[in-house]
């Protein structure tokens, strides 16, 4: 009888799967580095794959266009920053939507600083001949849902202490607009 060893199998082993999120991440991670050093209008697959060391055709097989891939960092972006603002809103009880605002307005602006790239790709110019597909714009309503939220919060307090007889009244909606005024206004104050 012929035995064989080839020695001990690794233990863990990469699915097909995990080793394509892994590429996409690479993939991802090299436009970002290359964005930053020449902005979004500047970025190509081709120069993608070269900075990777790869043939740009196996790019392709990732994103079949520039902005396939675009929207993907976009994408992430969004729900980066999206998911940022959520915690810092959660962190704050519902009760105080000053503090909420504040800390979500914070979360925002610390993002921003910290992804200074990723900020511009949302809210700088925008990259010429680019389209964001509809699919964008769920992600992209997420920092905006926080705020809103918050703000419905504020409205609803508003109306459990304004005045039972004058909250159909001109008189009774600008009453719980200058509650919520002093509300959401400065956190020091």
Not at 29 to 34: D, K, M, P, Q
Not at 100 to 117: G, Q
Not at 151 to 162: H, L, M
Request: some cysteine; overall charge positive; charged content about 30%.
């Amino acid at each position: 009888m012929l035995t064989c060893d080839t020695g001990r199998m690794s233990e863990v082993r990469v699915t097909r799967a995990e080793a394509r999120l892994r590429q996409i991440d690479r993939i991802k991670s090299t436009s970002r580095r290359l964005m930053a050093e020449k902005g979004a209008p500047g970025l190509s697959l081709r120069e993608v794959a070269r900075e990777m060391g790869v043939v740009s055709s196996a790019l392709y097989r990732y994103f079949p266009t520039r902005d396939d891939l675009l929207t993907a960092l976009i994408v992430d972006a969004y729900n980066d920053l999206g998911e940022f603002a959520e915690r810092a809103a959660l962190r704050v009880p519902r009760e105080e939507p000053r503090r909420r605002l504040h800390a979500a307005a914070s979360a925002i602006r610390k993002w921003a600083k910290s992804n200074p790239n990723e900020y511009a790709l949302l809210y700088g110019s925008p990259v010429p001949g680019y389209e964001a597909p509809q699919f964008t714009v769920e992600p992209a309503a997420r920092v905006a849902l926080v705020l809103g939220s918050i703000v419905a919060d504020a409205w609803q307090q508003s109306n459990s202490e304004a005045n039972d007889d004058d909250e159909s009244t001109m008189k009774g909606y600008s009453k719980r607009a200058i509650w919520m005024g002093r509300c959401l206004g400065s956190p020091s104050q």
